[in-house]
């Protein structure tokens, strides 16, 4: 009995010790971002540590404001203080972006719309980002499916329906991986970037797409300049974009290391997935472990399978081209991983890491035109070789 009380008395002095210690711990708000388009707005919150939050509707009548609070929050000494009180946004669905205290260590956070469709939130880490993809409601709208046409009732998604339906790709995003102070992986020996191969990569594709098809092409930076990885796919779902195509080189302390390799999203295993998302994403490997139950959620309404086809389709068509020409060409196949820029993409989404450039040979063959042109040229053979296995040309 008498270790039954201790028992209960170490317990109480624990808690009444931890309790207060948590509630404390202050959560900083470093930044509010917003990628805003006229029907699709993305919101990114940045925070010091993890927060989770519940938000709410105001159930008024064109559903306008969605608002939530941020519990134990203070701003950052960095915050931008022309963020301080709103955020106004000239174009787009969302109007404006409203910060007020509720007592102390309370911020409330309020996104002011015409008026609110569908929402999708999700938490990203290191750092803690919470993300808001917010789209417009477009009820008067003509429906983008022929309603006479009854879908099976088996299909897993949109994006089956679209392939049952013989719906094609118009629009495809093309996304050169780094850019600005971002330069990715660098080859000193050989004075190579990333961020400018894979520049020079999707302006060559975008050139021979332009040529031989009447597919419309968009690339998500045109020149040397940064953009984070949230933007990204921000630009393909705003643009409404059929597929989403991120172009990278790979990078690896062996310098054997070589091949040709292409992922979707999903959570990985492989050690070696881990490790390139890890480089691409700017996280550690460790926090890749710790993705897994965040994004449980996000993967649920990504379209894994067409990603899949489209994966398979791209690394095939790349090998084949960069055979045809060179020797020793290793293919790496298709993988999973969960890289950030392919987060909360609405449509068939890829990341091709094209070469390493840490390999000297695929260095040198790097900073030809004519090997960078054979990439490019693969990639849109895989893409026709995808919209072909779509039933459209
Ligand atoms: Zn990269």
Known sequence: MKRFSICIIIFLTLSSFISPVKQQKIVYLENIRYY??????????????????????????????????LKNCKLSSEYPCEKTREIIIDSGNLKKIRTGKRGNYTRRIVFEFDHIGKYDK??????????????????????????????????????????????????????????????????????????????????KLKKIIKQHSIYEVILT?????????????????????????????????????????????????????????????????????????????????????????????????IVTQLRNKYRKINNLGVKKAPFYVLVGARMPAVLAEVSFLSNSQEAKRLKTSSYRYTIANGIYYGIISYIKSLGKK
């Open 36 to 69: 805003a388009y006229p029907d699709y707005t993305r919101v990114v919150i940045d925070l010091s540590s993890p927060l989770k939050i519940k938000e709410k509707i105001l159930p008024d009548q064109n559903k306008t404001r969605l608002y939530f609070d």
């Open 221 to 317: 930076r045109e020149d040397d300049r940064y953009i984070s990885l949230e933007e990204r796919t921000a630009i393909a779902n705003s643009k409404k974009a059929d597929l989403f195509i991120s172009i990278h080189l790979n990078s690896a302390p062996r310098k054997s290391a070589r091949g040709v390799e292409t992922f979707y999203l999903s959570f990985a295993s492989d050690p070696w997935a881990i490790r390139v998302a890890a480089q691409e994403n700017a996280t550690s490997t460790k926090t890749i472990g710790e993705l897994k139950s965040i994004l449980e959620q996000i993967v649920k309404n990504t379209k894994i399978s067409e990603s899949k086809i489209l994966c398979n389709c791209i690394q095939k068509n």
């Open 122 to 203: 999700f938490y990203l880490i290191s750092p803690f980002r919470i993300v808001f993809d917010i789209f417009q409601d477009r009820k008067k709208e003509k429906p983008i499916y022929n309603t006479s046409i009854t879908p099976p009732k088996n299909l897993k998604d949109n994006y089956s329906i679209a392939r049952q339906l013989g719906l094609g790709v118009h629009r495809i995003v093309i996304d050169p991986g780094h850019g600005g102070k971002d330069p990715g992986a660098i080859n000193r020996k050989f004075k190579i970037y990333e961020k400018n191969l894979t520049l020079d990569i999707a302006k």
